[in-house]
C-alpha cells in the first residue's frame, strides 16, 4: 500500500480564489511528521508547512495551511487568495518514527498535484 | 541567508563519462541528503551523511557514490552515467533533532542540477 496518496494529479484554480489540496497517509508509526513542498518548474523544492503527528493544532504558515484530521490519516493542503506564482507541483510527504530511535531519515513523498492558477 | 547551493544547475555529460554534482550548505546541518527525481515522478532518496557516517540506500545502484569531505559539502559522484540516469538531482541538508524535541526535522532543498547523458 502506499504510505501517501495524493489523489489529484491535477488542479485548476482561479486567481484569488482557495484551493485544498489532498493527502491522505498510512502509518502504525505514532510519531511522524508531514510535510509540504512546491515545486515551480524551475525544480527547487520549496518547503511550505509542517504538522506534527503530535500537534494539537493545525499549521499555518501566511496563505498556507494544513487541515490536519489525525483519525482520517489525512493532510490537506488549504491555500488561500491564489496567485499565479502559486502554480506549480505540490509534493506530500512524511517522514516516521523520528522519536523512536527507530526511524527512518527517508522522506516518503506522494506523486504530487500539478496546481495550475487562471487569471 | 543560510541556504543549500548546488553547482551546476544544469549538467551535460556523456554517456560513460564520470561526472559529479557538487553541493553546499550554509545551514550548518548535520544531515545531508542526494535525491533523484525523474521527469513527473516524486524524488527518490539515493543515500544520506549523518556527519560522516554513509547511509545508502538498498536500491541505490553502485554507479553512484558520494563524499562528504566536510559539514558544508558533498558530492555525488555517477561513474558511468546511461541513458536511464538523466533526472534532476536534488540536495537537502537536516538538522538531526533529539528524540522527545516534539518536531521531526524539515528537510530543506537545493535548488538542484538537471542531467542530461547525451
Known amino acids: 500500500a502506499q504510505k501517501i496518496t495524493q489523489t489529484q494529479p491535477g488542479m485548476f484554480v482561479q486567481e484569488k480564489e482557495a484551493v485544498t489540496l489532498d493527502c491522505t497517509y498510512d502509518t502504525s508509526d505514532p510519531s511522524y511528521g508531514l510535510f509540504w513542498y512546491k515545486q515551480p518548474s524551475s525544480g527547487e523544492m520549496i518547503f511550505l508547512i509542517y504538522?506534527?503527528?503530535?500537534?494539537?493544532q493545525n499549521a499555518t504558515e501566511g496563505r498556507y495551511s494544513l487541515n490536519f484530521q489525525k483519525a482520517r490519516k489525512s493532510a490537506n493542503l488549504v491555500i488561500s487568495a491564489s496567485q499565479l506564482g502559486d502554480s506549480a507541483m505540490y509534493f506530500c510527504a512524511m517522514r516516521e518514527g523520528w522519536d523512536s530511535g527507530a526511524g527512518s531519515y527517508q522522506l516518503t513523498f506522494g506523486k504530487g498535484t500539478k496546481l495550475s492558477v487562471i487569471p | 541567508d543560510a541556504m543549500v547551493i548546488q553547482n551546476p544547475r544544469y549538467q551535460v555529460t556523456q554517456f560513460g563519462k564520470p561526472v559529479t554534482l557538487s553541493c553546499s550548505q550554509t545551514?550548518?546541518?548535520?544531515?545531508m541528503y542526494w535525491y533523484q527525481q525523474k521527469s513527473s515522478q516524486a524524488p527518490k532518496l539515493l543515500f544520506h551523511y549523518y556527519d560522516k557516517d554513509f547511509n545508502n540506500e538498498a536500491d541505490t545502484p553502485d554507479n553512484f557514490q558520494s563524499r562528504r569531505p566536510n559539514t558544508s559539502f558533498c558530492f555525488l559522484d555517477i561513474r558511468s552515467p546511461g541513458l536511464g540516469d538523466a533526472a534532476m538531482y536534488l540536495c537537502?541538508?537536516?538538522?538531526?533533532?533529539?528524540?522527545?524535541?516534539?518536531?521531526?526535522?524539515?528537510?530543506?532543498f537545493g535548488p538542484g542540477t538537471r542531467l542530461t547523458v547525451l
Open positions: 504538522q506534527g503527528s503530535y500537534d494539537q
Open positions: 545551514l550548518n546541518h548535520n544531515v
Open positions: 537537502a541538508t537536516s538538522r538531526d533533532l533529539a528524540r522527545g524535541s516534539g518536531s521531526a526535522d524539515t528537510q530543506y
